[in-house]
């Protein structure tokens, strides 16, 4: 069993030396108490026909592999949009862990959370003694500006109260009286990611705008506010701000974590790096509107958009694509009293420069996908603009009003005729949907990995490829900085969608002398 220090290998290839082989095996024999490899077989093959699928979806108590994450990993992405903000959470230690090595996996980068580590003492007493001590040492140790204070199961559990938590501890002298610290409670047993970042940003909207109204007129500074919601792309936070730029409208982008999840190595660590600053939250009330980029998943920051600061809160849909991404910038236009400038109807007419080149390869071809409410939406309608087929379409976090839209989007284009719509169901009961309909390719998250392999073990031919867009993406590398919204980032999905059929195309045909007549040079 040995490296050689010339050249050491890493664990593939390494397990393939005949030594590893037998090492493995008598392990799987003596210690893991393996079933019948037969069995598990023939297991497997009825995890993949009709009957198992119907009797999956029958499912009514438990998820398997879920297709969301809990409330407070989102509420930790939105206090990383903020300036010099650190994100705090109120419960297990675990779970901040968690939160962090997710976000870690997916920016590859150092992530800044911290947790009052709430243990068995805590759980029967409460954890007010764990909030007293925590956001003091938080406050000196890592210098922030701003607390923002979320929520686990336990402290949920138990009936934690956050506002009167914080109040004691600025009566007590263990924060200033005026040390900002939003907060929001976000039990995971109910929602998702998307559902703990409204949260935090209601609760941020809360603390820095609800007793500040007297004196804040609707489109008193002339600006537009735009809320990202759950975004992980970072460069959707850039492109949004080259597009207001470019319109030379004058703009707040409330959540802005580009900077600290995307530091140069430069020798200089930084904790904290861009954000949102606090005065422009404060002053958000001013906005002419605010316009949510995800609106499926902000119901409560829109509900405090209309009913506190009293601006509309225009009805967009995620400027996703060709005809979502025109709505979105004509409704900015409109707000603003602004033209679109001609770079981006440049930028419009070279995407439609693509989707008409690449329509020969993309049309009619069969995607299922699966991720948060609003991606589903966009990606359905740009699949539908590029003459491709949704078949079916997985929102593990939604409700009947999103499925009835989805039922409704599909039922406009002549691609989604028969296109499934499919709400609170999970990544189990999507696998079941990759045998018994199989599409060409899916549209998801690194989870799908798993599902590609076991449609590669019933057979080649029964294979579904994973094409990665969404979060997380773990198994591949800068995804992350990529664009989805506007014209650049429907260009960016056009390239990865038709590239991913152009290499699947190479290689189904590539055997030398028996499918190369169609193994081209030119696609
Ligand atoms: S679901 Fe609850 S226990 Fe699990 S990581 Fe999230 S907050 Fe922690």
Redesign the pocket.
Known sequence: MTQIVDDIKPSYPLFRDDEYKEVLARKQSTVEERHDPDRMEEIFQWTTTQEYQELNFKREVLTINPAK?????GAVLCALGFEKTLPY?H??Q???A??RTYFNRHFKEPVACVSDSMTEDAAVFGGQKNMFDGLENAKALYRPEMIAVS????A?VIGDDLNAFIANARKEGHIAQDFPIPFAH????VGSHTTGWDNMFEGIQRYFTLNEMAGKEVGSNGKINIVPGFETYLGNYRVMHRMMREMGVDYSLLCDPSEVLDTPTDGEYRMYDGGTRIAEMKDAPNSIDTLLLQPWQLAKTRKFVQGTWKQPASEINIPMGLDWTDDFLMKVSELAGKPIPESLAKERGRLVDMMADSHAWLHGKRFALYGDADFALGMTKFLFELGAEPTHVLVHHANKRFKKALDKLCSESPYGQSTRAHAGKDLWHFRSLMFTDKPDFMIGNSYGKFIQRDTLHKGKEHEVPLIRIGFPIFDRHHLHRMTTLGYEGAMYMLTTLVNAVLDRLDEETREMGVTDYNYDLIR
């Open positions: 994450a809990c409330q407070p990993l959470v419960g297990s675990g779970c901040v968690y939160f929520t686990t199961c336990m949920e976000t039990p995971s047993f």
